[in-house]
């Protein structure tokens, strides 16, 4: 079955840095790459998506870039501010198993003041 | 258009004890997937459910767990006589369409097992 992995599993910046967490899937079919934020005691927010037919999407402040052949696909948050503090998930699904997602373990992120 | 419903947000059971927890979708949704958070780790898939049909339950633990998604009323992910290790926050999410692979989670049933 298919396998995400995530890196890193930590991530501290200061205030306005940008912030990039990468992620590798195993299954060559899989077609669908969305992106949540948690935060403590929460449920994920979806933040941003992209599909096996683009290579970028953007969306203000944070873009997601997919390279089919290589198999990865990478969260990228600009001028970073301190309520962007949370855990980052990325994952991956193929429609023909009912588009359930596979995670990545996850990336704490933290901002500095 | 309220998110998907959860509840209860927090239960405690005893060893041996049933927990039930419930999952209404986001109104127009017809989807509905179960995913289960260890401390310090990701989510992981149990199930998948549409109206009255279990899809796809290839994540369920063999024993002890079930699941339904009844015509009328909320999603119920069930277990029986629960031990220490199935204390974890359980999430559902729900989307729209088949295909359509978005999936919206609510906030999770935090399960304590003493």
């Known amino acids: 079955g298919e396998n995400v992995e995530q890196h890193p599993s930590t991530l501290s910046v200061q205030e306005g840095d940008s912030a990039v967490i990468k992620c590798t899937y195993s299954?060559?079919?899989?077609?669908?790459f969305p992106w949540y934020k948690q935060e403590l005691g929460k449920g994920p927010q979806l933040i941003i998506d992209i599909r096996s037919n683009v290579g970028e999407k953007k969306d203000q402040r944070i873009a997601v870039t997919l390279n089919k052949t290589a198999k990865h696909f990478s969260l990228h948050i600009t001028e970073t501010q301190p309520e962007d503090s949370a855990v980052y998930f990325c994952?991956?699904?193929?429609?023909?198993?009912?588009?359930?997602?596979?995670f990545g373990e996850g990336t704490q992120l933290t901002v500095n003041p | 258009n309220a998110g998907v419903m959860q509840n209860p947000r927090h239960l405690v059971r005893r060893r041996g004890q049933e927990a039930r927890l419930r999952c209404s979708p986001m109104?127009?949704?017809?989807?509905v997937y179960w995913y289960r958070q260890l401390p310090e780790e990701g989510l992981k898939f149990m199930v998948y459910l549409q109206k009255e049909n279990i899809i796809d339950e290839s994540g369920m633990p063999k024993e002890r767990f079930s699941a339904e998604f009844p015509k009328e009323g909320p999603s119920i992910l069930r277990i029986q006589q629960v031990v220490r290790g199935d204390s974890a926050a359980y999430f559902c999410?729900?989307?729209?369409?088949?295909?359509?692979?978005?999936?919206?989670f609510g906030p999770g049933t935090r399960l304590t097992v003493t």
């Open positions: 109104k127009g949704h017809s989807h």
């Open positions: 299954d060559s079919a899989s077609n669908y």
């Open positions: 999410a729900s989307s729209p369409i088949q295909g359509a692979e978005e999936q919206y």
């Open positions: 994952a991956a699904s193929k429609e023909t198993s009912g588009s359930r997602l596979t």
